[in-house]
């Protein structure tokens, strides 16, 4: 009852700031509150929504519901032969946002560029360390061992050289961690650096306008948005972290557009003549990562002897409920080099338990981490948690379930000396098979994306001799290996992958089911 009194109230506040008479409002039921609005900072798919994929522009995008990139704050480029120099071709007479905290004095060009790069890649930058200076999607995707120089060659022409060749370097572009910063704007806040984090300038069709935490998010369109004005007036996160209740209001059309329902409300979701249950097949992977750093996790025998005692069927059963598979592989069927041919660890309890006897692990006690959110890739942690706690137990090994709020769950998983094993996922950012395999298990990643702490010089070697090679055959040919190497050494269990479902309003319209997992509102409009 008090959630449904609080979300009135913030509707209510909501259509107060909604004039003119014939604004249109979108209100889009979020999960959870963001980190912060500097997608660099972060990984989460819930801060991306909030930031990257509304407020900001890239230099090239994704065209919206596929895996095509598409010009954007660069209209044009062109790569080398070597493949070591990218030139962008900037846009002329983009317009930043103008806020109550920053009116702009020139457009979008090549200082702004630099300024978004330097911050993640200079460590002498005077905003590298500010808000944590944690960048794990640049340092997982070895950014600054790659990244020679960003050479200004006039206002509106950038050119990126690179210390070796880099295949899926246009596509890498095109991720949340490369939206664009005003430089200007860094300068005025240059006494008050943390502010320039939590109060964003982009040039994205949306400019924020209020944020309360884990209440509600108010954006406004943008009315010089070089690509046109959004369709709606108003966009509104409004925080709600229960399911059932962003299904309510779903329902009473108190929103229009919800994430991450409960697999078991799907079957009245396709009734409901009022909603419109989009589904597709997932570009994601849900996983158990071990920290290999920390005994007896260290022991490959021990971790296949886990996974073996692992029931995913009864985690499908229980968990997706139908709207997932089993997953053998770090990387979705969905992307271009899965190794079909590997077996997944069977299940096998009796054989888990002669593999720990064999290991010398005795009365293991361990703690398993459940996610308080629900994402793609795992609508329930906590109910997978328990099913492992059990299958667990079968083989003598205690279990204790811990969870920490999202920011810090996400913050706290990456410690190297972290105790157990932690219930994580990915949905994939740009089609590229390095974005998964490079950024989750890659030797850079280990303290950051790779929750694991795993880094094996075999599989290190195919990933890196993938990377400089512009012939996808070959490429996929090492990607094949490197999943052998995977299933050898045994990092993480691996889960599922899920089937995305995005129940929406009939009033809503030209809505498109992002592949990467985001929810984007530009180019949406309602009856």
């Known amino acids: 009852m008090k959630k449904s009194i609080l979300m ?24 959870a509150s963001p980190d912060g609005f500097t997608p660099a900072l972060y990984t989460a798919g819930t801060t991306f929504d909030a930031s990257s994929k509304n407020v900001y522009n890239k230099l090239v995008e994704f065209e919206r519901g596929t895996t095509s990139i598409v010009p954007a704050l660069a209209e044009s480029w062109s790569v080398s032969e070597d493949g070591k120099e990218y030139t962008f071709n900037l846009r002329k007479g983009v317009k930043f946002h103008t806020t109550k905290h920053f009116t702009p004095s020139r457009d979008f060009n ?58 899926p370097m246009i596509a890498n572009l095109a991720m949340d961690f490369a939206s664009i ?25 949306f400019q924020l306008v209020a944020y309360q935490k884990d209440a509600m998010i108010r954006y406004k369109a943008h009315p010089d948005y070089w690509s046109g004005k959004a369709p709606i007036d108003t966009l509104v ?61 260290d022991n490959v025998k ?6 073996m005692a692992i029931d995913k069927q009864a985690i499908l059963d229980a968990v997706f409920q139908g709207a997932g598979k089993a997953a053998s592989n770090p990387i979705p069927p969905t992307i271009w080099s899965y190794n079909a041919d590997l077996q997944d660890d069977p299940f096998d309890p009796e054989m888990a338990k002669k593999m720990l006897d064999e290991a010398g692990v005795k009365d293991l006690k361990m703690k398993i981490w ?37 920011g810090e769950y996400l913050k706290r998983s990456k410690d190297v000396n972290r105790d157990g094993a932690v219930l994580l996922g990915w949905t994939g950012d740009n089609g590229d098979p390095d974005n998964f395999l490079g950024v989750l298990l890659g030797c850079e990643g280990v303290g950051e994306a790779n929750r694991a702490n795993w880094c094996n010089a075999e599989f290190e070697d195919l990933l890196q001799k993938a990377k ?60």
């Not at 997982?140 to 050289?161: G, R």
């Not at 959110?373 to 942690?381: D, E, K, L, T």
């Not at 995305?500 to 509102?521: A, L």
């Open 181 to 205: 910063h005003s430089a200007e704007y860094a300068d005025k806040m240059a006494d008050n650096k943390d502010n320039f984090d939590q109060n964003p300038v982009g040039t994205g069709p």
């Open 370 to 406: 459940a996610m308080p959110v629900q994402r793609p890739y795992n609508p329930n942690a906590r109910r997978m948690a328990e099913v492992i706690q059990g299958n667990f137990a079968k083989i003598g090994v205690g279990v204790e379930i811990v969870s920490y709020e999202w």
């Open 237 to 297: 996160f409004a925080i709600t972290p229960d399911a059932s209740v962003r299904y309510q209001k779903l329902k009473a059309g108190e929103c229009h557009v919800m994430p991450y329902p409960h697999p078991a409300d799907l079957a009245s979701m396709k009734e409901d003549p009022a909603i419109n249950l989009m589904q597709q097949e997932g570009l994601n992977v849900g996983y158990m990562a071990y920290n290999t750093k920390v005994a007896p996790f």
């Open 468 to 527: 400089v090679t512009s012939d996808v055959a070959e490429r996929t040919k090492l990607y094949e290996q490197a999943q052998v190497v995977f299933k050898r050494e045994a990092p993480w269990a691996t889960i599922a992958h899920s089937v995305v479902s995005e129940p929406i309003s009939v009033k809503v319209q030209n809505y498109k089911v992002d592949p990467f997992g985001g929810h984007i509102f530009y180019g949406v409009d309602l009856k």
């Open 110 to 167: 090549a200082d702004d560029v630099i300024f978004t790069f330097e911050r993640q890649g200079n460590e002498d930058h005077p905003y590298h360390d500010v808000s944590g200076g944690t960048y794990e999607y640049f340092n997982a995707m070895s950014m600054p061992s790659l990244i020679k120089e960003i050479v200004k060659v006039d206002d509106y022409t950038v050119k990126f050289v690179l210390s070796r060749p880099e295949a």
């Open 8 to 31: 009135g109230s913030v509707l209510a506040a909501t259509m107060a700031f909604a004039a003119p008479a014939m604004a249109k409002t979108l209100v889009y039921c979020s999960e």
């Open 302 to 307: 021990v971790r296949k002897a886990l996974n």
